[in-house]
């Protein structure tokens, strides 16, 4: 399998997910512009979002994935069937009880996060109400977390790829035709949750049953934690969580933080925070995903050679593509929020307090793209501890950072606070892979980064000259101008940026790689 022209295959999916989410934002801006009840909707997604990440997505797939590579490679199919079988009884059992108890408890965690709120009663109410809607969904990405590990590790990408781009037309739908529906039109965005979960969930369940993987669940759950395989990965799992809480744990306090700023601060964190999603996607998860299964297989051969050479592979990839990015985002961050979301109740100040949280999290898009390369290196070996000891120092020090940063930048202090603790991870990280000769980087990285820095500075200066020459929040009445001159600059930077490349010598050929 030829992994350059996989993850481009996973990218182009990746970036149809993005964009229909840039897209939703984009109608969500519009319909519902910043204010308490946009971050009342934004707050209450963000538990179930939360819990989502720590047990369906994040910490289960670190621990799954390279337990399910090894019975795959070790033990056959019949066996690992029925290892998928039990774990997805387990966790879905799990998801639902917890979505229980979110739905009961639903007025004191919006009470813990989003206490700002109480400033407008009908928003905070209306956070309660949209909690309780919206718990369930994450039930539906525990299987669909599942279903993605299976088929990823079936070297099947595509259709985990595009799943998410389900509940984006969801969204989508909801804003522009169930939001006439409701007295609270915001109401209609958590239906679109609820809606978005079950249609992904339906996607995965022909490729399963393709492959012989359809889980078979069972009523009593203790059927599933008897099994071994399922102890081993809730072994993992504990350690996992730990270190996907980290992360999430420090977003809800910064989501607290900037609940009690100023109306509409929520709101502005999430449409950067959205547009910082879309690089680290297409790059960073893509390259996770395909990061993984590989590693986890040449360990389980004791190839390291091999695990050192594709972890080599991904890095260069990384610097190749995220430098440019964080630079791009810095130098666009007012062209790209105007050009997405300055329409209907999306007005001028929004644009302002939205484009210096971008400008903020570019400062640690590489961070953040580097940890996605970076810890499967350490999930594939079945080592969850090193990552959460990081990730536990990397919370005490973004908060810390914030004591700092907020005072000085308001909303944009946050995001600088998450960014730099992405680097530092990062970093810690790259450590943690030396000191353990995990890694060993091969030769001429000297010269790429000579040839990187080149490279995006004459990209970053055509980007910065380029947009000075226009009035972005002007150009409101002519859309499709403002974004044909944003694609316009986009376009050239990276002609600009590439073309200095091969000018240097770079030439795709020597990105090409075939997974053994």
Not at 42 to 63: D, H, K, T, V, Y
Not at 426 to 440: D, F, H, P, S, V
Request: hydrophobic letters at 55%; charged letters at 10%; proline letters at 5%.
């Amino acid at each position: 399998m030829n992994l350059l022209k996989t993850l481009a295959a996973i990218s182009s999916m990746t970036m149809v997910s993005r964009v229909t989410g840039l897209l939703r934002d984009s109608l969500f801006a519009a319909a519902f512009g910043a204010s308490n009840f946009t971050d009342a909707f934004n707050i209450a997604f963000r538990l179930p979002n939360l819990l989502r990440r720590l047990f369906a997505e994040g910490a289960f797939s670190q621990a799954f994935v390279p337990i399910i590579t090894e019975y795959k490679t070790r033990h056959g199919q019949a066996a690992t069937k029925t290892l998928v079988d039990h774990v997805a009884t387990v966790l879905i059992w799990a998801t639902l009880l917890v979505s229980i108890a979110g739905i009961v408890a639903a007025p004191v965690l919006i009470y813990w996060i989003g206490g700002g709120l109480q400033r407008e009663p009908a928003a905070f109410d209306a956070a309660v109400v949209m909690t309780r809607m919206m718990f369930p969904y994450i039930t539906c990405m525990a299987f669909v977390a599942l279903a993605s590990g299976v088929l990823n590790t079936w070297r099947q990408f595509k259709i985990p790829a595009i799943t998410p781009v389900l509940l984006n037309l969801s969204f989508i739908f909801a804003a522009l035709v169930l939001a006439d529906y409701f007295e609270q039109p915001i109401y209609a965005m958590a239906v679109g949750v609820c809606v978005g979960g079950v249609l992904q969930v339906a996607l995965q369940i022909p490729s399963l049953l393709k492959i012989g993987m359809l889980p078979r669940l069972s009523v009593n759950p203790l059927v599933g934690l008897r099994d071994a395989g399922v102890h081993r990965m809730l072994g993992k799992m504990g350690p996992a969580v730990f270190s996907v809480a980290a992360a999430q744990i420090s977003l809800l306090i910064n989501t607290t933080i900037a609940a009690g700023l100023a109306a509409g601060a929520v709101t502005a964190l999430q449409y950067a925070d959205r547009l910082m999603e879309l690089p680290t996607a297409l790059l960073g998860v893509a390259l996770g995903t395909i990061l993984l299964p590989g590693l986890a297989k040449a360990n389980t051969e004791g190839d390291t050679r091999e695990y050192s050479s594709l972890l080599d592979w991904g890095l260069r990839l990384t610097f190749l593509l995220a430098i440019p990015a964080a630079v791009g985002m810095a130098a666009l961050a007012t062209p790209m929020i105007a050009t997405l979301f300055h329409y209907g109740k999306f007005d001028n100040a929004d644009v302002a307090a939205s484009s210096l949280p971008l400008m903020a999290y570019s400062a640690g898009l590489l961070g953040f793209i580097l940890v996605k390369t970076l810890a499967p290196a350490f999930f594939a070996r079945q080592d969850v501890k090193t990552p959460v000891r990081i990730a536990v120092g990397v919370l005490v020090v973004t908060q810390l950072l914030n004591l700092v940063f907020v005072p000085l930048l308001g909303v944009a202090g946050l995001a600088l606070s998450i960014g730099v603790g992405a680097c530092i991870n990062a970093a810690l990280l790259y450590a943690g892979l030396r000191k353990r000769k995990i890694y060993a980087p091969q030769p001429g990285w000297a010269s790429f980064f000579f040839k990187l820095v080149a490279a995006v500075t004459v990209m970053g200066a055509l980007a910065w000259f380029g947009q000075a020459q226009f009035d972005w929040v002007a150009m409101r009445a002519q859309p499709f101008l403002r974004a044909g001159v944003l694609l316009a600059i986009i376009v050239a930077s990276g002609i600009a940026y590439f073309g200095v490349l091969v000018l240097l010598g770079f030439r795709p050929r020597d990105f090409k790689r075939r997974a053994k």
